[in-house]
């Protein structure tokens, strides 16, 4: 079965907004929410029974019926945002993720792009070395092209908010990602946007040093591969 | 209709790989223990001289790593700390990946030893033996 990638695109993002979707379903009712606050119930073993015998008023008498939804631990907001939980994300990327499943989606599928365009051009890759920094660079060029700047940097961030790095590979991640991201902008506002034409930029900068490598050592192709 | 029913096993093929995806990795090849041993050999993990960073000696170490599970549980700063400064790159920043072989070239069969952190990036969830290379882009 051939199928073309926009085709696998849309497919894509029409399950996650599903599965979006699909988490409004079964949230408790907006007012019940609130006569639940007021009434002070305790998350906790007894929490359906106390729950159930708050008193109601014309506004709130079915909200008895959702003491098993609200007495739940508070869940993640969408299905998405449980389901696209990865090991190794940082907490800030998990709260992003939650707030915005759409947009994580996308933020997910770009990296795995910036990934795949680093591994085609730089075989070799490890940390901290030219591919590490040409990830960089590609990740943020493209999702500053799908997210917007704002979006793109909120996403970018929340990725190096990570506890494990020391302070100089994230000063390095950070500049690769400003540089990335510019360069993007100016691809697009000058009308010269494309993948390669961003592969080609990255190339250029690390050709010129203009990108930060704490490991330098890796040979930079002429042309994206 | 043959597209309709195309395009909704899709849906549902996908909606399956995205539930699976919760508990793997996209794309992710990874080798079991005895299959490392295998093809590896065994040696007793020396830290000094994982630490030297000799891609050529480090493959039946990780052996010993992933075998007994010696970082599991344990603070991911501990590896850091005893095995040097990461070398290679899965997934995320925040996995600590240790190249354990010499570069065989361009798409030829490469692994690495990689440390997932548990979710509050503290300690080692899991060690294992990942497939570097040669991947297929889905999109």
Known sequence: MKMSSPLMVIIIYAVFFIFSFSAHCTQPDADCINWFKAGKVKLGKDCELDCAILSTDMGTFICPDQCELLCKPKMSKSILGKIIYYPGLTPAERKLIEKSPEDALTAFIQKTRAEWSSNRNFPEQGLNDEADAFRHFIWAGLLTKELGPEKAKEFLNAHEANPLQLDSEREMDQFNNNIGGSSAQMLISNKKWSIENLEKSALDSLRSKNLRVLNPGLKIPEVPK | ?139
């Not at chain 2, 990036?121 to 297929?136: A, F, T």
Request: hydrophobic share 45%.
């Open chain 2, 1 to 139: 209709m043959k597209k309709i029913a195309l395009v909704i096993g899709s849906l549902f093929f996908i909606l399956f790989s995205v539930f699976c995806l919760a508990d793997t990795f996209f794309q992710a090849e990874f080798m079991k223990p005895a299959e490392a041993e295998k093809k590896w050999g065994f040696k007793l993990l020396n830290k000094d001289l994982f630490r030297t960073g000799d891609h050529n000696k480090r493959a039946w170490m990780a052996v010993d790593v992933v075998k007994k599970n010696i970082y599991v549980g344990k603070p991911m700063k501990l590896v850091r700390q005893e095995l040097g400064e990461p070398d290679s790159y899965f997934f995320s920043d925040t996995i600590y990946a240790y190249k354990i072989m010499p570069f065989p070239g361009e798409n030829k069969e490469i692994w690495h030893l990689v440390f997932i952190p548990d979710e509050n990036l503290e300690n080692v969830k899991e060690v294992k033996i990942h497939k570097k290379c040669c991947y297929k882009l889905p999109f």
